[in-house]
């Protein structure tokens, strides 16, 4: 029976993160570990709710109350199974995941502060590593059967891991030289430290998955040929194509970059650091990928955007503005507009943020401005409003509102406009919807039959959570599909959406 009270005890903490001073002269993750007693008193908030709506918020349907039970009793080793019931990779998660089961949380309706959820969550994960809970289970008996997985983020890991654990030969392909998707190179080493993909990448092998990077489906292996050497293929490409402003004056400039074009660079050049080897310092165009002593400006109010302000502090760069199209949100739960338990529209403050910084609002860019030789030296801004009209998002600038600031640096962080345009889908057989995703029939299959599709490919750019429920999800209908004996568990539909109001 978990503690009544131990929410009137205890006050929601969190571990204090490094240093500003001290974090932004490496490239080590931010938190610390919490230590077992503040965990435990975390843990003991949670109420065991008869109707725990921190379900509702998490698509993978994790036992949040029950793990919280075992850590408050010191059960770390049934907290690791609990956890590993319903997520393959809770050190991704309990790091990374914006915590949806933190705003559902019940103690939110009370005007308490929820349970630290996914703070219990990433250290219940790493007990596992100090407990053998990455342990391989690799399964006795093949079902003959063979599943080519293209991608490997965590949709396409959670399937090859699920379907591997169900006795069927797994081969993921990976187009980059390194496994892990957008965890690998896209997400920077202060969030997630890359020991933590290539343990799981270990387990996986061991497991008896095959990896093949540097391997661009339908490039250097044609659909066809994939689908001759395997009886079921899961699509999990992501939702890599960055939106643009190309109507913008000054666009073509040198120094204006989509921001995965500099964030992933400067990602590799840490990962090479790491490693002792070479890394290129600048961009095709010329651009130095170091942004040290220059200025920076962001353009974009997402992870992407405050990835790459991260990135530009620990590289030393004289000033970064990160600029944001809508107004300031609300600093706490706006309830006629977003009532619990749904997400709500308010101003997030990544550890980003706390690092320096000027973070503009209400604010739309009317040109990049020439230094006269093709170089970007400063963009040209103007303070907005945003209304919808008729469906349609319309921007106004206020006249007499124009101003420059200095950039040496311009990143385009607007978003993403869902799975890039690439030979393996026509090769495939299979279309980009108009929100540039490819759907799913209620099955997981794609309109070619034995193709299905997973992750942010299916549902748009999205999160670790999603990704992951949805490969979990996939992996049980590919299961199915090859007659496969029972059932593995399938925590969502391809039509299902987050928590929201009705
Ligand atoms: C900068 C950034 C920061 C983010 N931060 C967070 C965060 O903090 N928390 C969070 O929850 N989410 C975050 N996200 C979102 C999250 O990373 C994604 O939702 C998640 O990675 C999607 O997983 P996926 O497996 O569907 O695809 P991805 O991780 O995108 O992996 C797709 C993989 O498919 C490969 N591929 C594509 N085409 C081919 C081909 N033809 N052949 C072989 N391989 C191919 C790609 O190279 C890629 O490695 C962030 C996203 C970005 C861009
Ligand atoms: S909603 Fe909050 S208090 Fe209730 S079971 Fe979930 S984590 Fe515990």
């Not at 003991?44 to 029950?66: A, E, Q, S, V």
């Not at 069927?168 to 030289?177: F, G, I, S």
């Not at 990602?267 to 920076?296: E, K, S």
């Not at 309830?335 to 320096?356: I, K, M, Q």
């Amino acid at each position: 029976m978990p503690d009544p009270n131990g929410f009137l005890r205890y006050e929601r903490q969190l571990p204090a993160r490094r240093p500003v001073a001290v974090r932004i002269t490496d490239w080590r993750e931010v938190y610390p570990p919490a230590g077992a007693e503040l965990i435990r008193e975390q843990a003991t908030r949670c109420m065991d709710c008869g109707i725990p709506f921190c379900h509702d918020g998490c698509p993978l349907g994790n036992r949040i109350p029950d793990w919280n039970d075992l850590v408050r009793t010191g059960n770390w080793d049934a907290a690791v199974e609990s956890l590993h019931a319903t997520n393959n990779f809770p050190e991704f998660t309990g790091r990374l995941c914006p915590a949806p089961c933190e705003a559902a949380c019940v103690l939110g309706l009370g005007g308490q502060q929820p349970v630290t959820i996914k703070q219990v969550e990433v250290e219940i994960a790493d007990a596992a590593v100090a407990r053998g809970g990455l342990n391989p289970r690799p399964v006795p008996a093949s079902t003959g059967r063979s599943v080519a997985v293209v991608g490997s983020g965590p949709a396409g890991l959670a399937a090859a891991q699920q379907l591997a654990r169900a006795g069927h030969a797994v081969t993921v392909y990976e187009r980059d030289d390194a496994i892990g998707g957008l965890l690998r190179y896209g997400i920077p080493d202060f969030k997630l430290e890359k020991q933590h993909i290539d343990r799981r990448v270990a387990q996986l092998a061991a497991e008896g998955v095959q990896f093949r990077a540097g391997v661009n489906i339908g490039v250097d292996v044609t659909a066809e040929e994939l689908r001759g050497r395997h009886d079921a293929v899961l699509l999990a490409c992501g939702a890599l194509q960055g939106r643009d402003t190309p109507e913008t004056p000054g666009r073509p400039l040198r120094g204006v970059h989509q921001a995965m074009t500099h964030l992933v660079a400067a990602n590799r050049v840490v990962a090479a650091a790491g490693d002792g080897r070479p890394a290129p310092a600048v961009l095709p165009d010329g651009t130095p990928i170091d942004a040290a002593g220059r200025h920076v400006v962001i353009i974009g109010g997402g992870d992407t955007a405050a990835d790459c302000l991260g990135v530009a502090h620990r590289q030393g760069a004289a000033g970064v503005h990160q600029l944001d199209l809508y107004p300031e949100p609300p600093h706490g739960r706006d309830a006629e507009r977003d009532p619990w338990p749904t997400w709500p529209w308010v101003l997030r403050n990544y550890p980003a943020h706390e690092e320096g910084g000027d973070r503009v609002f209400a604010v739309a860019v009317q040109e990049f401005v020439d230094d006269g030789t093709g170089q970007v030296k400063g963009v040209r801004i103007a303070e907005v409003t945003v209304e919808r009209r008729d469906g349609r998002r319309v921007v106004t600038a206020l006249p007499g509102s124009e101003r420059e600031l200095p950039a040496d640096l311009v990143l385009l962080a607007i978003g993403f406009e869902g799975t890039e345009e690439q030979p393996l889908l026509a090769q495939f057989g299979v279309t980009r919807n108009a929100r540039g995703a490819v759907d799913a029939r209620p099955d997981w299959q794609t309109d070619a039959d034995g193709v299905f599709v997973a992750g942010d490919m299916h549902r748009g750019a999205s999160l670790i959570v999603w990704a992951i429920a949805e490969g979990r999800a996939a992996a049980a209908a590919i299961h199915s599909y090859l007659g496969g004996i029972g059932s593995l568990p399938a925590p969502v539909d391809p039509a299902r959406q987050p928590l929201a109001a009705r």
